[in-house]
């Protein structure tokens, strides 16, 4: 079955622009989760949306990033004015919330480069 | 803040041979624990979780153990294959109203030679 998706699989762009990020959960799944990942490191949470419910944003760097989730499905990770800190990959993933285990299943995630 | 961390970033066995990946967390709080694999150019995959109640659990070829007393998980693949060779993550998940949050370790690069 189809798992979930993320575009572009690779996005370079210049210093100062502005980019967005699209994660396609899988059909189902009421939650679903942002992370970033540095090269050569573990994955740091961004934020979490579930349902209707206010999203958790705690894991956001800084007030460049920003993320919304329309109707409940598709969401879109935006990150205003790059840096070169940003460069890293982003990985969307999305979960059942019911039946206890949460299991997370991940994109393969955008490689973003910021030259 | 509570952390998980991996005690060898890197790991080369030779193929047939078992393999075992450790990991520690601080957060005595934490009720649930998963394992993830994750190839070069891909997102993790999940391969198998555990929760606090339990000491060991079995998957196919894999094996994880969990020592609460000393807050020590580790990952235990047997006959390793080529097709293991990826970075290992362990990830705890919060406890209470952040139960929905993981939090991972570095990764652990495991390198499989034929």
């Known amino acids: 079955g189809a798992g979930v998706s993320q575009s572009p699989s690779n996005k370079v762009t210049e210093k100062g622009k502005d980019v967005e990020l699209r994660c396609d959960p899988i059909?189902?799944?009421?939650?679903l989760y942002w992370y970033r990942q540095s090269l050569g490191q573990g994955l740091e949470f961004l934020i979490y949306?579930?349902?209707?419910?206010?999203?958790?944003k705690s894991g956001l760097p800084s007030d460049r990033f920003s993320a919304e989730r329309t109707g409940g499905s598709v969401s879109t990770l935006t990150i205003q004015r790059t840096q070169q800190e940003d460069s890293a990959v982003y990985l969307c993933?999305?979960?059942?919330?019911?039946?206890?285990?949460?299991?997370?299943?991940f994109g393969p995630g955008t490689r973003l480069t910021v030259t | 803040g509570e952390s998980v961390g991996l005690h060898l970033p890197t790991l080369s066995v030779q193929e047939g041979d078992n393999s075992i990946i450790n990991c520690a967390y601080s957060?005595?709080?934490?009720?649930?624990f998963i394992w993830y694999k994750q190839e070069s150019g891909k997102g993790p995959q999940f391969i198998i979780d555990?929760?606090?109640?339990?000491d060991k659990r079995q998957g196919q070829r894999v094996t994880v153990l969990l020592n609460k007393t000393v807050k020590h998980l580790s990952l235990q693949i047997a006959a390793t294959q080529p097709g293991d060779s990826a970075v290992y993550f362990c990830?705890?998940?919060?406890?209470?109203?952040?139960?929905?949050?993981?939090?991972f370790g570095k990764g652990t690069l495991l390198t499989v030679n034929p």
């Open positions: 993933a999305s979960s059942f919330t019911s039946g206890g285990s949460y299991e997370q299943y």
């Open positions: 059909s189902g799944h009421t939650a």
């Open positions: 949306f579930q349902g209707n419910s206010a999203p958790d």
């Open positions: 957060n005595s709080a934490s009720d649930y």
């Open positions: 555990i929760r606090s109640n339990m």
């Open positions: 990830a705890e998940r919060g406890s209470g109203g952040s139960n929905y949050k993981l939090t």
